[in-house]
């Protein structure tokens, strides 16, 4: 039968030539509208590496002046009131920025011996009375355990710090244990107590972090108190909206101590929402999505118009197989092997620029300042590696292909194959 179908379309040459190139081309943009869908549905939903669910920040502020130990007495104060609520579950004070979904970061180099050079890596921050709350309540996990870290005691939580997997990675190219390793700042040396799993920024890509713990400051000065967050991590149970409401409404304005109080409070998937809105990041891959979804249904209906046109023209070739006792199945399976073996043939020629243009520019789809899809074939991530993010994108987009040339063939072969033979034989 395939024999038979390869002589029909070499005799329809001319015509399929046409289409031939008609489908390259298609096969082509359809493909590059289609690698943005397949990076913005992988960033969105990956595994975000913390926790976001039921989790807030409530803003420090901080005036005039008073002694240290007054304004260490003043926010152990606010936090055990916070802690009061019947809904939290702990509380603990960070600095701003400093925490998943933190609307800026913070870009600091560090070394090993491992590494040799300096290397950047995201800062977040915490204070050492509040280091293990600060683990709760962002949960971050250990990339051997998949258990939130626990801080061990015998070393001063101010002189360790959390990697994550890619920043191991980095200061620890040998692949080597960094656990009880030492990695350094331009005046700190830090011990490595765990590696975390890898953590997404707001952008949804995964970053190089590290995280460390100062103690409080040493004097009140108004601006760095005005620096510092309260992150809350509510019982599994609570309510976000009822807490949020209660919060604003009878606690906020109690909450305060001395020349320090709360002054707003923010969700955790608030402050994502914000920041990918302010950035402009949540309408660049919303409009990317709308007009890749639009040019895919565009190509559906030329693929589907072109094959449905192509089969139209052999209306009587459809009559005069149901007259010598064909069944609808089988011309629709001749039909549509025809339509898919030219289907095949286009998107493998259109897949030759494609992967010369991809590897050229060695990134994929969407690279912007925010979101870094540069090629990178020794991450441990598909979405970062060539050949699955390109095979997995070439799938999707045959899948695609092959399903449209399918219903342009069903519905012309259905329409003509349900008539009587000796009306399909007139219309020609």
């Not at 870290?149 to 692949?175: G, H, T, W």
């Not at 620029?353 to 994929?364: C, D, G, K, Q, R």
Request: charged fraction near 20%; glycine fraction near 6%; charge should be neutral.
């Amino acid at each position: 039968m395939t024999g038979k179908i390869l002589k029909q379309m070499w005799h329809q040459r001319k015509i399929n030539g046409w289409i031939f190139l008609e489908l390259i081309i298609i096969s082509f943009f359809l493909w590059k509208a289609m690698d943005p869908i397949y990076t913005i549905t992988t960033l969105d939903n990956m595994d975000k590496g913390y926790n976001k669910e039921n989790a807030f920040a409530a803003e420090m502020e901080a005036r005039g002046t008073m002694e240290h130990e007054e304004s260490i007495e003043d926010i152990t104060k606010i936090v055990d009131g916070i802690k009061l609520n019947h809904m939290v579950e702990d509380a603990s004070v960070t600095k701003k920025f400093s925490y998943p979904v933190s609307t800026s970061t913070t870009m600091v180099s560090y070394r090993s011996e491992e590494s040799g050079d300096w290397i950047f890596l995201t800062l977040y921050s915490g204070y050492s009375p509040y280091a293990q709350p600060y683990l709760n309540i962002t949960g971050y996990t250990d990339a051997n355990t998949g258990k939130t870290p626990v801080i061990n005691r015998e070393i001063p939580a101010e002189n360790i710090c959390y990697l994550s997997s890619m920043a191991a990675a980095q200061l620890f190219p040998d692949k080597s244990n960094p656990v009880g390793k030492k990695v350094w700042t331009r005046r700190d040396t830090l011990t490595v107590a765990g590696v975390i799993n890898d953590v997404t920024a707001y952008y949804g890509t995964y970053t190089s972090l590290i995280i460390n713990f100062e103690p409080l400051p040493e004097s009140f000065i108004p601006a760095l108190y005005n620096h510092m967050d309260i992150i809350i991590k509510l019982k599994d149970n609570a309510d976000p909206d009822k807490f949020r409401k209660h919060f604003m409404e009878n606690e906020m304005q109690n909450l305060r101590s001395g020349n320090c109080r709360i002054a707003g409070i923010k969700s955790f998937d608030e402050i994502y929402t914000d920041v990918r809105t302010e950035i402009g990041i949540a309408g660049q891959t919303k409009l990317q999505y709308m007009l890749s979804l639009f040019f895919i249904a565009c190509a559906f209906l030329g693929i589907a118009g072109t094959i449905w046109m192509k089969c139209n023209r052999r209306r009587s070739e459809i009559g005069l197989l149901r007259a010598m006792g064909s069944t609808k199945a089988g011309i629709l399976k001749m039909f549509f092997t025809e339509s898919a073996i030219l289907v095949t043939l286009s998107y493998m020629v259109a897949l030759i620029p494609l992967a010369a243009i991809t590897l050229n520019s060695n990134e994929f789809m969407l690279s912007s300042d925010y979101l870094n899809l540069t090629i990178d074939n020794t991450s441990p991530y598909l979405y970062k590696r060539f050949l699955p993010h390109f095979g997995i994108v070439t799938i999707l987009t045959y899948a695609t292909l092959v399903g449209t040339a399918f219903l342009g063939t069903y519905i012309t072969v259905h329409k003509y194959s349900t008539q009587q033979p000796s009306q399909a034989l007139r219309e020609e």
